[in-house]
């Protein structure tokens, strides 16, 4: 029985080691614990938009550092129109455009991506909320960026 157990237990360890990664830059992008519990908007409620800001240097390492925990292979990403804009609460919005292999080992260039800096003003945080990878998600972001006063 014991042996029985054992050998279950190996094979189980064998086919998830088998099983690929996910392919994380076409994974949904999950909200991290401490930001999914905030309550949602109210259904009638639009994106307040924002005037223009310009990022400082932590900022934008915040940003790439966000998108990067989304991406498949780090070595081969690139950044492109980040701008960002704040609202009367203060909260930053930023978008962007990244680009990078995908799993199969194919580049893919510019995928918009959107999300807000969270945090403290010397430790801010990207939360990213979309990354762009098919047209449906494309549309998505576009449409958040823009209706949080950011045009590209």
Not at 10 to 27: R, Y
Request: glycine residues 10%; contains cysteine.
């Amino acid at each position: 029985m014991q042996g029985q157990l054992l050998l279950a237990i190996c094979l189980s360890a064998i086919v998830a080691a088998c099983t690929p990664p996910p392919d994380l830059p076409n994974t949904p992008v999950s909200l991290e614990a401490r930001y999914r519990d905030l309550p949602d908007p109210w259904p009638e409620k639009t994106i307040e938009p924002g005037m223009p800001v310009k990022l400082d240097q932590r900022q934008l390492e915040a940003v790439v550092d966000g998108v990067m925990k989304w991406m498949k292979d780090p070595a081969s990403v690139t950044f492109a129109g980040i701008n960002g804009a704040k609202n009367r609460h203060g909260i930053v919005t930023v978008c962007g455009d990244v680009s990078g292999r995908n799993s199969a080992g194919v580049m893919v260039s510019k995928s918009p991506f959107v999300g807000a800096l969270m945090g403290r003003p010397n430790a801010p945080e990207f939360v990213v909320v979309e990354i762009g990878s098919l047209a449906k998600q494309r549309t998505t972001v576009e449409g958040l960026c823009q209706q949080s006063g950011i045009f590209k």
